[in-house]
T-cell receptor
Framework: DAGITQSPRHKVTETGTPVTLRCHQT?????MYWYRQDPGHGLRLIHY???????DKGEVSDGYSVSRSKTEDFLLTLESATSSQTSVYFC??????????????FGPGTRLTVT | RKEVEQDPGPFNVPEGATVAFNCTYS??????FFWYRQDCRKEPKLLMS???SGNEDGRFTAQLNRASQYISLLIRDSKLSDSATYLC???????????FGAGTILRVKS
């Protein structure tokens, strides 16, 4: 299995509080991604990173920010959590971009509940 | 229209059955295609990439039809352990942004 960990694995927080999720990889892969997964939807891309300090928005980026200060860590921050951000969050990594058949590998997920 | 569409199922099949899933995609310029498997409350795991010529891995066969913009996954001799959600995944024309279908649920019963 790819060396990807996420922390915390579960979190319950209150509306309006800031929350930071961490993704850590030991594969030295260039690309890292944050997705959310909700019933009835496929995984949806929130933000991704193509290198240290290089990030870009995905499909559902509103209300989220990211940072990547080291190759191995990619942080997802909810500045002011809302109930609509209750979801399961997955981090993924891939070796490079623009390559055909460039697979992504996923971390174990973080289950976030905003009350 | 969704970019990647799958029949959500569930497909309920007996052990030993052959089952096939289809998936359609909207972007004709899509370059690469995958099937992922996701167990309940777990992360998606890559099952197989889908190549233009079709490819097989043991009991699993994946095929791509670019003209009709669909990919398929065939599972032969189903096992109880095949019970999972199967995600159809398509790479966009450029970059490495994957678009995921909502998944097809497979339940294999004894």
């Amino acid at each position: 299995d790819a060396g990807i960990t996420q922390s915390p694995r579960h979190k319950v927080t209150e509306t309006g509080t800031p929350v930071t999720l961490r993704c850590h990889q030991t594969e030295n892969h260039r690309y890292m991604y944050w997705y959310r997964q909700d019933p009835g939807h496929g995984l949806r891309l929130i933000h991704y990173s193509y290198g240290v300090k290089d990030t870009d928005k995905g499909e559902v980026s509103d209300g989220y920010s990211v940072s990547r200060s080291k190759t191995e860590d990619f942080l997802l921050t909810l500045e002011s959590a809302t109930s609509s951000q209750t979801s399961v969050y997955f981090c993924a990594i891939s070796e490079s971009s623009g390559q055909i058949h460039d697979e992504q590998y996923f971390g174990p997920g973080t289950r976030l509940t905003v009350t | 229209r969704k970019e990647v569409e799958q029949d959500p199922g569930p497909f309920n099949v007996p052990e030993g059955a052959t089952v096939a899933f289809n998936c359609t995609y909207s972007n004709s310029a899509s370059q690469s295609f995958f099937w992922y498997r996701q167990d309940c409350r777990k992360e998606p795991k890559l099952l197989m990439s889908v190549y233009s010529s079709g490819n097989e891995d043991g009991r699993f066969t994946a095929q791509l039809n670019r003209a009709s913009q669909y990919i398929s996954l065939l599972i032969r001799d189903s096992k109880l352990s095949d019970s999972a959600t199967y995600l159809c995944v398509v790479n966009m024309e450029y970059g490495n942004k994957l678009v995921f279908g909502a998944g097809t649920i497979l339940r294999v019963k004894s």
